[in-house]
Nanobody, 119 residues
């Protein structure tokens, strides 16, 4: 069984910063691409940022230049540093990872962490 556990969400004022973390645990042989998605009320889930095992990154236009995704392969953890937060960044943020074990390779999701940007 594989689990992704997110942390770091909360309430922040516009212009503030947050750092989200997501740790993978369980039966893991390899972790490929890891990423962060978000879903605001009434909207579809969207990609925020992704990072490959080799460190190549991809960002949504809406967060590019304000956010940094990184990972620690030794800790099976991915991070999302978000700066200059805006009210429109308010959403539930989900961690995502493509993980292989001895039996298969599949995509896993975390349970989500709420980020609220408000004064």
């Amino acid at each position: 069984q594989v689990q992704l556990v997110e942390s770091g969400g909360g309430l922040v004022q516009p212009g503030g910063s947050l750092r989200l973390s997501c740790a993978a645990s369980g039966r893991i042989s390899s972790i490929y691409t890891m990423g962060w998605y978000r879903q605001a009320p009434g909207k579809q889930r969207e990609l925020v940022a992704a990072i490959t095992r080799d460190g190549n990154t991809n960002y949504a236009d809406s967060v590019n230049g304000r956010s940094t995704i990184s990972r620690d392969n030794a800790k099976n953890t991915v991070y999302l540093q978000m700066n200059s937060l805006k009210p429109e960044d308010t959403a539930v943020y989900y961690c995502n990872a493509v993980i292989a074990n001895l039996l298969d390779r599949r995509t896993y999701w975390g349970q989500g962490t709420q980020v609220t940007v408000s004064s």
